[in-house]
């Protein structure tokens, strides 16, 4: 799952150095972590949130497919000076 997320917000940030997704599976529900550039947070998020709709979707139905509940949290990748 890590992977789709990865694949999918690859094509849509313009600094996919500063990308990081994790996941953690807790009570039968797999939580994904996508932290972007703060530059990069309106493109994943897209228009009104379309975007990130669209992503979560996608995440519903292969979780769906493999019996899994998934969750998608998207943060900003806040980097240390």
Do not use: F, Q
């Not at 932290?35 to 992503?55: C, F, Q, S």
């Not at 292969?62 to 969750?71: I, S």
């Amino acid at each position: 799952m890590k992977d789709v997320v990865l694949h999918i917000a690859n094509g849509l940030v313009t600094k996919p150095e500063n990308m990081t997704v994790t996941a953690d599976e807790t009570e039968g529900e797999l939580r994904l972590k996508l932290a972007v550039d703060p530059d990069d947070m309106g493109k994943v998020i897209g228009r009104g949130g379309r975007t990130a709709r669209d992503i979560r979707t996608i995440l519903r139905a292969v979780g769906g497919y493999r019996g899994t509940p998934v969750n998608l949290e998207i943060t900003e990748n806040v980097k240390d000076s």
